[in-house]
């Protein structure tokens, strides 16, 4: 299956809108954070996205971590337009699954790179955004801090991943996930360590 159609497999079949609580696991976001990084190497920043996720193994589980935790996050930014012109949207999207995460608080990151900070005047945190979850192959289901502030209706969120999940296949690959970036080896201790599907 092409990368582009396995990414937007992944971003448009995740329930968006939210799912029925279950007995498992349970993962959710408690915050989202952006802000202006520097690669440790030099060179001009990225914008770096932590999402700060809090881990709860199901009780009287065998296990003391949730296994196969996937990540999905979407973004949509209001641009300026150039000189004149209309104001612009753009949106990303990207994936990451852990191999498994330990109880208590956990930090994914994302990151855009420099050009397209500078391509797409990019200066202030995005418009909207949502995050989905999976664990062990189960969409978990979403709580109100997986989403921006003003994204708090059900019907927002569902107009949300309609309206954006395509249109971030125009930016398919440019949100990264840490561990494909020049930040790959930082923040050592906090950092989960993921899943790596390399082509056969």
Request: glycine share 6%; with cysteine.
């Amino acid at each position: 299956m092409p990368r582009l159609t396995c990414v937007l497999a992944c971003v448009l079949a995740l329930p968006w809108a939210g799912a029925a609580p279950s007995p498992g696991p349970a993962v959710e976001v408690m915050s989202l954070r952006t802000n202006r990084v520097r690669p440790p190497n030099g060179g001009n920043p990225w914008l770096q996205t932590t999402l700060a996720l809090n881990v709860r193994p199901p009780g009287g589980a065998t296990s003391p971590v949730v296994s196969a935790v996937r990540v999905a996050l979407l973004m949509a930014f209001d641009l300026p337009g150039p000189a004149g012109a209309p104001r612009r949207e753009q949106a990303y999207a990207a994936t990451v699954e852990c191999v498994a995460l330990e109880p208590g608080r956990v930090e994914v990151r994302f990151y855009l790179p420099p050009e397209i900070l500078k391509r797409d005047q990019i200066r202030a945190d995005p418009s909207f955004w949502g995050v989905e979850l999976t664990a062990e192959g189960e969409a978990l289901p979403a709580a109100r801090t997986a989403y921006s502030a003003n994204l708090g209706a059900p019907a927002a969120r569902t107009d949300f991943q309609r309206r954006w999940a395509a249109a971030a296949a125009a930016n398919d690959g440019i949100l990264q996930p840490q561990h494909l970036t020049p930040f790959a080896l930082e923040y050592p201790r906090a950092t989960p360590s993921v899943v790596r599907r390399e082509p056969r």
